[in-house]
């Protein structure tokens, strides 16, 4: 299905000015055959036709009238003639088209999460707060959207649960794809993208895990899902993309709004992460510790102060290792007797 853009149909205050003059001569048909009938007494052969005329005038002159289309900005109708499409009116402006022509939108009442879709008062979505309006309202927005999909519960490649939101910025840029080749485009893109988002998640782990590789080169690598949020979205933005180009959407952007662990595991996780980061600086203060004793004894032998044998070495670096590691403040014991 390839898009049709209709030309030179921006005449509407035109065909309106028209069916108003044809209105106003109607009835101004009407005045005649009175006034021929009733003052002048004229012939029924002369006044009956007249007021025939304006009769059929008056009846049909308004059809052209339900061919006028009003656009804003980034607006388009897309227009069938008896089931067959004839193109799609663009830009902003006041159109004339075939008062036979029908628009079509098949996801005119559809409500996601997303911007553009306002109403929350009954079950049927649509694209504006005004209800009257919208049963009727087939436009298609050329704007674009957000759509803010709800949370997915998914297992990351190690196999742990945890929760991902996502928020994708999309537009249509082919309107016959968009209505004619998807039942419901909007539909269609909420599915994609939950599709999508499981397909790219699943290969990459929460957090950094040795031996994942999430390139698919064969070679580990660390990528993650916290660390790399960047090129996590980037890949499921094209994922969404190749999924979406039969709908005419374009995806502009997507982006991470929420990542966490699935309820059921987010304690045993963070009891994980405080084990880690416990260990990891447990690891420094040896370091340290272990680098300020060899200073000690190096200074003492440099300077000559203190000649300690290898026992009296053994029992200084274990009191300053004790005095340097512990988790609580040392109470010193100061002995003024003789070493020995």
Known sequence: ????????????????????????????????????????????????????????????????LIGLKILKPQEALALTLFGKYIGTLKGEGFYSVNPFCVAVNPASKTKLNQSGDVNHSTGLPNLSGDLSAVALDKKISLKIMTLNNNRQKINDCLGNP????????????????????????????????????????????????????????????????????????????????????????EILEARITYLAYAPEIAAV???????????????????????????????????GMVTLDEERKAAMVSNLLVVLCGNHDAQPIVNTGSLY
């Open 269 to 303: 996780m963070l009891q994980r992460q405080q084990a880690s980061a416990i260990i990891d600086a447990r690891k420094m203060i040896v370091d340290g510790a272990v680098g300020m004793v060899e200073m000690a004894l190096a200074r003492l032998n440099e300077g």
């Open 1 to 64: 299905m390839q898009e049709i853009i209709l030309q030179n149909k921006k005449h509407g205050m035109r065909t309106l000015c028209i069916c108003i003059l044809i209105e106003l001569l109607s009835i101004a048909g009407f005045i005649v055959s009175a006034v021929l009938d009733e003052s002048y007494g004229a012939s029924p052969y002369i006044w009956v036709p007249l007021l025939i005329v304006s009769l059929i005038v008056c009846c049909i002159g308004w059809i052209p």
């Open 162 to 249: 945890v929760e991902i939101g996502i928020a994708v910025m999309w537009r249509v840029v082919d309107t016959a794809k968009a209505v004619f080749n998807v039942d419901n485009y909007k539909e269609y893109l909420s599915l994609q993208c939950d599709s999508a988002l499981r397909n790219v998640v699943r290969i990459y782990p929460y957090d950094v895990a040795p031996g994942i590789d999430t390139t698919g080169d064969g070679v580990a690598d660390d990528g993650s899902l916290r660390g790399s949020s960047e090129i996590v979205a980037g890949r499921i933005r094209d994922e969404i993309q190749s999924r979406v180009n039969e709908a005419g959407i």
